[in-house]
């Protein structure tokens, strides 16, 4: 397939540079702060201690990723848009996550400023880079804004658990991750090249997010009297499963091998 193979090699120099000093300038100038900030919610604090210098670690990788995804663009190598692909998938929730317990703690989103140009060099990668569909393009965005809520319910539970201790968040804390895992080999496959076997998978990951996704929230909800973000993951995985028990339009959109 043909790549602009000189901006692959720009936009993934753009990235490593982000994923890596980007991230370790920040983690640096924000994670003893942090650690004395007021949270408004059960088990923030833990997520700032604990699964702050785990994302920027996440977030290091994706920058090495994309370097050794440059390499293979300057060279030449057919695997470097696949590589792209992983750094992308690594970075984009890397750089999103963190942002929720600081702003739930009423302070920036300090991580938006690496969370938007990894959205932009995503959108580039795939329209310019390897001119994929607008159809494949937004699909794949929408799965994996489902990966990082499916993600982020996993985190979120897990530091409940410690915190609260009530027995919902102990059943559902894995299966948010076993739906994550999927709708992740999803994405990466849409962007990629798609199989039939994806939407397959892709309904198994919805289906796994309603199961457990649903009662969190609402759960969640009723104690705090609010929308729960919590809800988030299975209102996108419900509106992709309409789309992925529909095999025409699948196949349509994405023109999937079977």
Do not use: H
């Amino acid at each position: 397939m043909k790549e602009n193979r000189t901006l692959g090699a720009i936009l993934s120099i753009i990235g490593a540079l982000l994923g890596i000093f980007g991230t370790i300038y920040l983690f640096m100038n924000w994670y003893m702060p942090s650690q004395s900030f007021e949270a408004a919610e059960p088990g923030c604090e833990i997520l700032l201690k604990y699964i702050f210098p785990a994302l920027s670690d996440v977030g290091i990788l994706a920058g090495v990723i994309y370097a050794v995804s440059a390499y293979g663009f300057i060279t030449g190598g057919s695997w470097a848009f696949s590589t792209a692909v992983v750094a992308l998938v690594l970075a984009l929730p890397a750089t999103w996550f963190i942002n929720v317990p600081f702003m739930a703690a009423d302070q920036p989103p300090i991580f938006f400023p690496l969370f938007i140009p990894n959205l932009i060099l995503y959108f580039l990668f795939m329209k310019v880079v390897r001119k994929i569909s607008w159809g494949r393009t937004l699909l794949a965005m929408f799965t994996g804004i489902a990966f990082i809520m499916c993600m982020m319910n996993g985190i979120a539970s897990w530091s409940r658990i410690i915190t609260i201790g009530a027995p919902l968040y102990y059943l559902v804390q894995r299966l948010n991750w076993a739906a994550m895992i999927g709708w992740g080999i999803v994405t990466a496959g849409i962007m990629l090249r798609p199989k039939g076997w994806m939407r397959i998978l892709g309904i198994g990951a919805g289906l796994m997010e309603l199961v457990v996704g649903f009662p969190l929230g609402f759960a969640t909800a009723g104690t705090l009297g609010r929308f729960s973000l919590f809800l988030l993951a299975p209102i996108i995985s419900t509106g992709l499963l309409v789309l992925f028990f529909l095999p025409k339009t699948w196949q349509r959109i994405t023109q999937a091998e079977e």
